[in-house]
């Protein structure tokens, strides 16, 4: 039985066939090479402190309960974003702090 392949991955299947890709001439030096940079990245070697009103910890701590992940993390992933010029601004959702999310579970 033959799996379902998603489009990305039949394009990338389409590629490889039409002889589109190359071999890495020195694939150990590139493992490495992103291997490092990986870990340079991920290595959290400094700590701060901050001061958040209590409302918005609680609504932090709420978002990192939805997302899975602990809250201090998500505040890492959010600062991580803003600084690398990833964040991007959304449409707000409903929160305590806009006052918008008492007024929808009442109706």
């Keep these: 039985m033959k799996a379902k392949v998603e489009k990305y991955e039949g394009d990338i299947l389409t590629s490889f066939e039409r002889g589109e890709w190359q071999s890495v001439p020195d694939l150990k030096d590139e493992i490495a090479r992103y ?13 701060i402190n901050i001061r958040l009103s209590s409302r918005d910890l609680e609504d932090v701590q709420t978002r990192a309960a939805e997302e899975g992940m602990p809250y ?36």
């Design 35 to 47: 291997a490092a940079s990986a870990a340079t990245t991920l290595t959290k070697d400094k700590r």
């Design 72 to 107: 201090q993390t998500l505040i890492a992933s959010v600062l991580h974003k803003y600084v690398s010029g990833r964040l991007v601004e959304a449409p707000s959702r409903p929160t305590r702090a806009t006052g918008r999310a008492k007024k929808l579970r009442t109706g």
